[in-house]
């Protein structure tokens, strides 16, 4: 069993209006060798993770034949996951973190440089809002709280 | 190397307007003892896989003390991934699906019966917009495509 200390909801400060925060990011017209490189992808979302301040758990990542990558990361915060379309020089990323300490518009930005993304955007959605009387998790579907 | 065919551009239909659909759902009043419980939850995720058509890759789950289970699915289609918060009864699930043959819905109401969830909601995203005429990706924010 893990000792590591999960991300749970005594760890949101009590003024908290929601548990996380899911960057879903689009990085377009990328360098098609690099999303089609499999240790380089691990690499960048491993670092991506740490330079927003994520801390890791597990990865797997796999490479499609003829091409494409897949890779996930848990973090203790939750996850960050990739898929790749080398042919289409198109990359689709999710980063859902939980908590303050880590900001996934770091990781976003950090990407977009390493995947040498000419263009990118990114909507952010609230994930498990919470009440703010008694902190309890609301019934609410989401919205999309940012976007570019 | 990988000699699982990707679910890559040419696997999908000519008249496709996306790469994929993301469903995010959020599960309220969970069981508790199911969310907190890493073997059911690897079940279920499997399970939930399974039901709608994905095919498997890979798969790392990892239980947080002292609670909390966090998980992700590689399928060829894409990923499926889960974070639990068994103190509130509730679970993030992810079901980012491409192609036509996984409908990411399916896995949706599955896991509402599985957790004993009492009410839930899910968000669909479309991501990698398709330009009709030559097939490239649309350079084009999210937007909500369904919502419950």
Redesign the interface.
Known sequence: ??????L???DCKKNATY??R?V?A?F??CDSNVLNNPKLIERYMTDAALECGATI????F???????V???I?I?E??F?I?T?P????A?V?L?T?GEKCDPRVAYDFLKKCFGSK?A???Q?N??ILDGKDL??E??????SA??
């Open positions: 069993m893990a000792v590591t200390t999960p749970g909801f005594s548990l996380g899911h879903l689009e377009f017209e758990v597990e990865k797997c796999h490479m499609f034949s003829p091409y494409g897949s890779g996930v848990i203790s939750s996850h996951a898929h379309w042919e289409l020089g198109y689709a999710d859902f939980c263009n955007s990114f909507s959605l994930r498990g309890s998790v019934q609410t579907p989401f919205y999309i976007q570019n």
